[in-house]
């Protein structure tokens, strides 16, 4: 039986130039300040010291009481407007993160979509409903906040 690819997506509109937006993000390190702390995360070690296609990122993470350690890899690395974060070890089967950064009405359209597996066989299809899913609109919720706190504005969308 395959697993099923469940996806989700988010954007944002800021007020700020692409190349503004993409080099916050662009900086491994302030992942951290847009994540919940209620997750723990902690960056454990970067493969390089800029972020490049086959930059490798190594982290920790806390989800119901539970540490995971997680390993992604930039796939895609196409400044600035693209870039696309993929698991190479972590709690799910598959997670492929495409970051865009478009430039609009004199600001950036920041948009998100992530392309998962849940692990759990028969069980799966319940465990995305009933835990992942929330757990990643609230953790992209953060983010958002988070974001728009960094980038102060009127972002939308």
Same mark, same amino acid.
């Given at each position: 039986?395959?697993?099923?690819?469940?996806?989700?997506?988010?954007?944002?509109?800021?007020?700020?130039?692409?190349?503004?937006?993409?080099?916050?993000?662009?900086?491994?390190?302030?992942?951290?300040?847009?994540?919940?702390? &209620?997750?723990?995360?902690?960056?454990?070690?970067?493969?390089?010291?800029?972020?490049?296609?086959?930059?490798?990122?190594?982290?920790?993470?806390?989800?119901?009481?539970?540490?995971?350690?997680?390993?992604?890899?930039?796939?895609? &690395?196409?400044?600035?407007?693209? !870039?696309?974060?993929?698991?190479?070890?972590?709690?799910?089967?598959?997670?492929?993160?495409?970051?865009?950064?478009?430039?609009?009405?004199?600001?950036?359209?920041?948009?998100?979509?992530?392309?998962?597996?849940?692990?759990? &066989?028969?069980?799966?299809?319940?465990?995305?409903?009933? !835990?992942?899913?929330?757990?990643?609109?609230?953790?992209?919720?953060?983010?958002?906040?988070?974001?728009?706190?960094?980038?102060?504005?009127?972002?939308?969308?």
């Amino acid at each position: 039986m395959m697993a099923k690819d469940y996806l989700f997506e988010s954007e944002i509109w800021l007020p700020y130039p692409v190349r503004t937006v993409f080099d916050f993000f662009k900086r491994a390190e302030n992942l951290e300040q847009i994540t919940p702390p &209620w997750l723990n995360f902690r960056i454990l070690g970067v493969s390089s010291e800029k972020l490049t296609q086959g930059t490798m990122i190594d982290y920790q993470l806390t989800l119901y009481g539970v540490p995971f350690r997680w390993r992604t890899e930039i796939a895609v &690395w196409a400044p600035p407007y693209l !870039f696309v974060d993929a698991q190479r070890r972590g709690p799910y089967r598959k997670w492929v993160h495409t970051h865009r950064f478009v430039a609009e009405n004199g600001g950036t359209r920041m948009s998100d979509q992530v392309v998962y597996q849940v692990p759990g &066989w028969l069980l799966a299809p319940l465990i995305e409903r009933h !835990f992942v899913r929330r757990n990643v609109e609230m953790i992209f919720q953060y983010r958002r906040e988070r974001i728009l706190e960094i980038f102060p504005g009127e972002g939308q969308g």
